[in-house]
T-cell receptor
Framework: SQTIHQWPATLVQPVGSPLSLECTVEGTSNPNLYWYRQAAGRGLQLLFYSVGIGQISSEVPQNLSASRPQDRQFILSSKKLLLSDSGFYLCASRTFKNTEAFFGQGTRLTVV | GDSVTQMEGPVTLSEEAFLTINCTYTATGYPSLFWYVQYPGEGLQLLLKATKADDKGSNKGFEATYRKETTSFHLEKGSVQVSDSAVYFC???????????FGAGTRLFVKA
């Protein structure tokens, strides 16, 4: 089965600083990849998804961007963080032979 | 668009009590339906799934039945344990769709 690696697990960043969160997938190829954000006590908001290298779809306009430089690598970035970017960021992967998505352990980002 | 509505929490139960968490959905066609569980500080894990009407998903004593006529996928467990304390998310993915749509989540507390 798929294994999703995310790092770092926890991050505290000042307002205005850049961000790079990385997600890599093991155990499969050609996955669909997803970035979700979970605000404190809230549900999951889909931020970006990708169906292939270099292909990114954005779900909501925001201060973040995503890139997929390799088949099993998905990166979430920002040039200048805002306080409202704080949250729990989850990477997920799904292939066509699975109906369900698999999730990483998440990165808790606190912007101060 | 597709959406998932689940009962608001938190839900507080005593150990060995019966659990029901309601979930209804809006989608065209026959989506796949899922329940995910999130333990504190972790990512989401698939708890169970159902891919067609009248299917029953089950795992670890939890069950949910895909009811097309009522567009529902309620989660049940006959006897909860303290270790079941977590946040539970109902979700759907349209047939052939790329995105998994999540409900807002329901936090469950089980007291000893």
């Amino acid at each position: 089965s798929q294994t999703i690696h995310q790092w770092p697990a926890t991050l505290v960043q000042p307002v205005g600083s850049p961000l790079s969160l990385e997600c890599t997938v093991e155990g499969t190829s050609n996955p669909n990849l997803y970035w979700y954000r979970q605000a404190a006590g809230r549900g999951l908001q889909l931020l970006f998804y990708s169906v292939g290298i270099g292909q990114i779809s954005s779900e909501v306009p925001q201060n973040l961007s995503a890139s997929r430089p390799q088949d099993r690598q998905f990166i979430l970035s920002s040039k200048k963080l805002l306080l409202s970017d704080s949250g729990f960021y989850l990477c997920a992967s799904r292939t066509f032979k699975n109906t369900e998505a698999f999730f990483g352990q998440g990165t808790r980002l606190t912007v101060v | 668009g597709d959406s998932v509505t689940q009962m608001e929490g938190p839900v507080t139960l005593s150990e060995e009590a019966f659990l029901t968490i309601n979930c209804t959905y809006t989608a065209t066609g026959y989506p796949s339906l899922f329940w995910y569980v999130q333990y504190p500080g972790e990512g989401l894990q698939l708890l169970l799934k159902a891919t067609k009407a009248d299917d029953k998903g089950s795992n670890k004593g939890f069950e949910a039945t895909y009811r097309k006529e009522t567009t529902s996928f309620h989660l049940e467990k006959g006897s909860v344990q303290v270790s079941d304390s977590a946040v539970y998310f109902c979700a759907l993915r349209a047939t052939g769709g790329f995105k998994t749509i999540f409900g807002a989540g329901t936090r469950l507390f089980v007291k000893a």
